[in-house]
């Protein structure tokens, strides 16, 4: 959601006659924030930090947009002194306007009344592939899990019209993209708002039909408004890629209660068995929160349950970070931070098992993979309809094989990827 906003920041920035330099040259250089856990925020504040002492004799404008800068607002600037303007996710429509003004001496400027995303959906948007591209189908979250601080800071769930979405969807292929996908913070309630009821299934199919798309995915699935026809959608479908990110975030009845997710292990589980049942090469992917205020060690022992039982193909793991303004951050939380991480470290143990066992699974078949980057030592590489990253052996470098599809013959599997040769007849 927040490299999809950057895309459009820029996008709009280009439109209005700025251009893109390094951050060494730059005039201005701004800051898109993420607060979904703390760590993210540290981060931001060290490049902030680090960037303002390197370019602190010369005259550069700082911005700092985002959901820390929603968060925040003026705060921001009396903690970080040097900042320009801050700007919400709301807002990204009035940057050029606030950098015209700070460059009048009108400092600071602060924007982060912005109610909904929806008029973000039209600005114009500078894609860093060319072949591959977000669609926005919504913005916010009406959901309120207790520990997350995105509907605060993003708003309600506002969805676009399927006409909208589809108008996009065409405009995209007909300009070179082959792989959609479609975002939401929670997809599956798409179109409450708007129709009185969820029509993601709807959109996925409408899309699924634009003629030349040749991968569609989606992304994030909440477990609780996930409905079992779409496994039917998928299955029925090539172009719907076989993939299933749903958070778990804990296997224990109790802490799923605390965290508000509407949802228990019995409904998770039978909701990944049908997966499994139905698409057998589907992928099943996960994010789990450990240590959240009043975990026990009997309720991360039904999380380690559930993961044996699922045999995610990729779990995304956290350490619990209390976000101010939630409802988890005023609990009480007296389990230590050292038996955190113990339970931390034994849980990405047996999700890397988890991960390898499923990946070896993959040796020997021949998967379309779509090429789009490089690997760390230099190799290309893509993704898997199932968005497993397939490092490619091959002596001949491929030129002008970014964007395409190659069928390649998988000879290794690791935990975090898998190593293939192409197969050329
Ligand atoms: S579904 Fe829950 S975790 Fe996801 S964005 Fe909404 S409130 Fe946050």
């Not at 004799?57 to 911005?63: A, F, R, T």
């Not at 479609?182 to 179109?191: E, I, K, M």
């Not at 224990?252 to 605390?258: F, G, N, T």
């Not at 993704?383 to 964007?403: P, S």
């Amino acid at each position: 959601m927040n490299k999809h906003d950057s895309e459009r920041l820029t996008g709009l920035l280009l439109a209005r006659g700025f251009a893109l330099s390094s951050p060494e040259n730059a005039e201005i250089l701004i800051f898109n924030t993420c607060s979904v856990r703390r760590s993210a925020e540290e981060k931001f504040v060290g490049v902030l930090t680090y960037w303002r002492k390197k370019r602190a004799n010369e005259k550069v404008l700082i911005g700092v947009g985002g959901c820390t800068a929603q968060k925040e607002g003026e705060k921001l600037i009396e903690m970080l002194p040097g900042i320009d303007f801050v700007f919400g996710p709301n807002d990204l429509s009035r940057v050029p306007e606030l950098i015209n003004n700070c460059l009048q001496g009108q400092r600071p400027q602060i924007s982060i009344e912005g109610k909904s995303g929806v008029e973000l959906f039209s600005l114009p948007r500078h894609r860093e592939e060319k072949f591959k591209a977000w669609l926005s189908i919504s913005s916010g979250c009406d959901n309120f899990c207790a520990y997350c601080i995105v509907p605060y800071v993003r708003g309600r769930e506002k969805s676009r019209s399927i006409e909208e979405i589809v108008t996009e969807a065409y405009q995209l292929v007909k300009d070179g993209v082959v792989e959609i996908t479609l975002l939401g913070q929670n997809v599956n309630s798409y179109g409450k708002d708007l129709y009185g009821q969820p029509r993601f299934g709807e959109i996925l199919q409408a899309v699924e039909r634009v003629p030349g798309l040749k991968r569609l995915r989606f992304t994030t699935s909440h477990p609780r408004d996930f409905s079992f026809d779409l496994i039917d959608i998928v299955k029925n479908s090539s172009v719907i890629c076989p993939h299933f990110h749903l958070p778990l975030q804990s296997g224990s009845d109790r802490v799923l209660k605390l965290m508000n997710r509407g949802y228990t292990q019995k409904d998770y589980l039978e909701l990944t068995q049908k997966i499994r049942e139905e698409i057998p090469e589907a992928s099943i992917t996960t994010d789990i929160i450990v240590g959240f205020p009043g975990e026990k060690e009997e309720d991360f022992k039904e999380t380690l349950k559930v993961v044996e039982t699922v045999q995610f193909d990729q779990a995304f793991t956290f350490l619990y970070s209390p976000r101010e303004g939630t409802k988890a951050a005023e609990m009480e939380d007296p389990i230590p931070q050292e038996e955190k991480k113990e339970w931390f470290l034994e849980l990405v143990s047996l999700t890397k098992k988890t991960a390898l066992e499923r990946n070896k699974l993959l040796i020997g078949k021949v998967l379309p993979v779509l090429i789009d980057g490089e690997s760390k030592k230099g190799q290309i590489s893509g993704r898997t309809a199932t968005n497993k990253v397939v490092n490619i052996v091959d002596d001949n470098f491929l030129e002008g094989c970014r964007g395409k599809i190659f069928e390649v013959k998988i000879t290794a599997a690791f935990p975090y990827h898998l190593k293939g040769k192409i197969v050329f007849d």
